[in-house]
């Protein structure tokens, strides 16, 4: 069984900004990725920013310069360091990790919200 919890959610005002974690637990082997996505009120959930086993991170063209993704491969922790944000950030931000032979897993949301 495979756990992932989020914290560093909450309201921030437009420029601001905020940094979310989250730490996997369980029988947690042969990661392939850990990443962020993100789920605004009726829009499809998106990929925010992925980083590989091997260090490797892609980002959604929208926060490139502004969010950094970074991981710890010993603690299977993964952070997301939010700055210069934006009301369109606006959104529940989920945790994901990908086995390499295994499923995907979720965390359970956090809620991001950025006033203008």
């Known amino acids: 069984q495979v756990q992932l919890v989020e914290s560093g959610g909450g309201l921030v005002q437009a420029g601001g900004s905020l940094r979310l974690s989250c730490a996997a637990s369980?029988?947690?082997?042969?990661?392939?990725?850990m990443g962020w996505y993100r789920q605004a009120p009726g829009k499809q959930r998106e990929l925010v920013a992925q980083?590989?086993?091997?260090?490797?991170?892609n980002y959604a063209e929208s926060v490139k310069g502004r969010f950094t993704i970074s991981r710890d491969n010993a603690k299977n922790t993964v952070d997301l360091q939010m700055n210069s944000l934006k009301p369109e950030d606006t959104a529940v931000y989920y945790c994901?990790?990908?086995?390499?032979?295994?499923?995907?897993?979720w965390g359970q949301g956090t809620q991001v919200t950025v006033s203008s």
């Open positions: 994901n990790l990908d086995l390499r032979f295994g499923p995907n897993y």
């Open positions: 369980g029988r947690v082997f042969n990661i392939n990725a």
């Open positions: 980083v590989t086993s091997g260090g490797s991170t």
